[in-house]
């Protein structure tokens, strides 16, 4: 039986494919990126999915840079984070990943913060792959 | 859970003070019915894929996150109302020992290759309220082709901050010593997760705290976790009177007796969780005398259980997944009320139980798991007489098993409402029943009880 490729998949192996050729950079960005998605894998995907409309412990993550915080239809969020006014940027999803309850005061989200900034950047930079 | 050996049949009187002691927890050392802890009314309840709470996305193997949830008192929650927390479960077999039996291991059983429907059990699994949950599970045995009350652990739980730490503060109250631990090595969830009912998983000596009370106490249990790594527990039970053990299905005639006042169950354990992977380490005990006659001032059996047990999980990225757990039981007996009946020639005695086995997972759906049990004890010649050679308790062995989970993740068929697991376990003894060969006296070898077990097992 063969499954289905995940969309998600599908784009990270075309933005790690394409993204030499089309702006000459060097392998290193593609290589955070699948980073990235471990660090995603491994601190990240017990309660977020990147499947858009899919929403877990916490909401999903599809498409989740730029947008503003707790705009995802059907998921309950804390009242803290519906009165944050954040727009997830880069600067405020490392903010907010480095130290949840730190950026977010009474946020739900039962994490204790991702310490180390390189693992910080390729996963928003894996974030920010997911349109 | 039922423990069951598949020599017990009805148990003379005479020998029901000894039975409490060496069958009351006889097949407990692997668990000889399924420990499920893996209700999708948990899923449905807090959002999430089986997989986050457990290896190889099907319980009762928990991952931290599934710790903390237990801990928390299965209060957790997606936030949104109208879940309904039931769950259900069926378990349905296939048999095959070495050799044949001596007799059928149960009524409508064959002596060999049997078909059988283990389980079917209903839940009430899941928050309560804000602080309240519960995990009580009744299972119709369709071995026994009866009906009981089977774990049963509710829960109040608060998180505060404690010296700017986080601590979660709870109250079990439970059924069966060990019910409430949420690491996996403690007998109660330990591996294997599931056993024949009516093949062999493990010797007919086992210590108290491996099944010997379950389902026939109540007792209460004060715990702490502090900072998401100090563990600390502290509680004591009652038996419950024979006539509340009929009411829920236990049996009377199988009464254990009454437990002293003394009874404690403790436990202290560190987990250290870096997401990617995660160790425990701990220590617990449990302490009892138990009056088989039930008469105030008569001769007691006094058990006193020590153990230590460690684990570690690599969970990477989920792809790859590998875990460890052990645990060693020291159980010190003085059997004063064996020993004035004529059951025992020891008052004084112990039993060893060293279990140890490792699991590796690929894409939380295919598994494969080895473990290896010891149990050994002093020699007692009326203790360890009928059923026993060398006048020794020792049993040993070998476990292997291989399953398939083909649900339980994001995008699995039937999420959050159905999970499957199929499996082949191979139980093998080095040693049964004191000898490797002729431990009955009749011819029969350690050998002749390894067992093959077919299961498939799902819950919705």
Not at chain 1, 64 to 93: E, N
Not at chain 2, 118 to 125: I, N, R, Y
Not at chain 2, 163 to 186: H, W
Not at chain 2, 324 to 336: A, K, P
Request: aromatic fraction near 10%; glycine fraction near 12%.
């Amino acid at each position: 039986m063969f499954r289905r490729i995940p969309s998600s998949t599908l784009r990270l192996f075309m933005a790690v494919s394409l993204m030499p050729l089309a702006c000459g950079a060097s392998v290193t960005h593609a290589a955070d990126l699948r980073h990235g998605e471990e660090v995603f894998a491994q601190e990240c995907a017990e309660c977020h999915s990147v499947r858009e409309g899919k929403n877990k412990k916490g909401p999903s993550l599809s498409a989740v840079a730029g947008r503003k915080a707790a705009s995802v239809a059907d998921f309950v969020y804390s009242d803290a984070m519906k009165q944050s006014g954040i727009v997830w940027a880069p600067a405020a999803l490392d903010a907010y990943v480095a130290n949840p309850r730190k950026a977010v005061p009474g946020g739900k989200m039962k994490y204790d913060g991702l310490a180390d900034a390189h693992d910080r950047e390729d996963l928003i930079a894996y974030l920010g792959s997911l349109k | 859970m039922k423990t069951r050996s598949p020599s017990r049949g009805a148990v003379p009187r005479r020998v029901r003070r000894r039975s409490v002691l060496l069958l009351g927890a006889s097949v407990a050392l692997a668990g000889g019915m399924p420990s499920a802890h893996a209700v999708p009314s948990f899923a449905r309840q807090t959002g999430q894929d089986c997989a986050a709470c457990h290896v190889g996305a099907y319980g009762p193997q928990l991952t931290p996150y599934g710790m903390k949830f237990k801990i928390g008192g299965y209060t957790d929650t997606d936030g949104k109302d109208g879940k309904v927390p039931l769950s259900g479960m069926l378990v349905a077999a296939f048999t095959r020992t070495e050799m044949d039996q001596a007799e059928p291991p149960a009524d409508h059983t064959h002596r060999n290759n049997n078909l059988t429907l283990d389980e079917a059990s209903v839940f009430l699994a899941g928050r309560l309220s804000d602080k309240l949950g519960a995990f009580v599970q009744a299972t119709y045995d369709g071995v026994e082709q009866r009906s009981s009350l089977d774990h049963a652990d509710v829960r109040l739980a608060h998180t505060l901050e404690l010296a700017g730490r986080e601590a979660v503060l709870g109250l079990s109250v439970n059924n069966n010593p060990g019910v409430q631990d949420p690491f996996n090595t403690l007998p109660t969830w330990g591996f294997p997760y599931i056993g024949s009912a009516v093949g062999f998983t493990g010797g007919n000596a086992a210590t108290m705290f491996n099944g010997g009370l379950e389902h026939r106490v109540l007792g209460a249990s004060a715990y702490a976790f502090i900072d998401n790594s100090l563990y600390a527990e502290l509680g004591t039970y009652r038996a419950l009177s024979p006539s509340v053990q009929s009411r829920t299905g236990q049996g009377r005639g199988e009464d254990m007796g009454r437990l002293g006042g003394g009874t404690a169950y403790w436990r202290l354990a560190w987990l250290q969780d870096w997401k990617r992977q995660n160790f425990s380490a701990g220590l617990f005990g449990f302490n009892t005398d138990i009056q088989p006659d039930r008469l105030s001032g008569g001769p007691t059996n006094r058990y006193r259980d020590l153990g230590v047990d460690a684990s570690y999980q690599f969970l990477g990225t989920r792809e790859h997944v590998g875990t460890v757990y052990t645990s060693f039981i020291r159980e010190r007996q003085t059997r004063n009320d064996l020993f004035a009946v004529g059951e025992a020639d020891n008052r004084k005695g112990s039993l060893n139980e060293f279990r140890i086995n490792a699991s590796y997972y690929y894409k939380q759906t295919w598994g494969l798991t080895a473990g290896r049990f010891a149990t050994r004890g002093n020699r007692d010649a009326t203790l360890y007489g009928d059923g026993y050679a060398n006048d020794s308790p020792d049993t040993s062995g070998t476990v292997l098993q291989a399953d398939w989970t083909p649900w339980g993740k994001e995008d699995s068929w039937g999420a959050p409402w159905a999970n499957l697991r199929l499996g082949l376990q191979y139980t093998m003894f080095d040693k049964f029943n004191g000898a490797r060969r002729n431990y009955d006296g009749s011819g029969r070898d350690a050998k002749d009880n390894n067992t093959l077990f077919m299961f498939a097992w799902t819950s919705f």
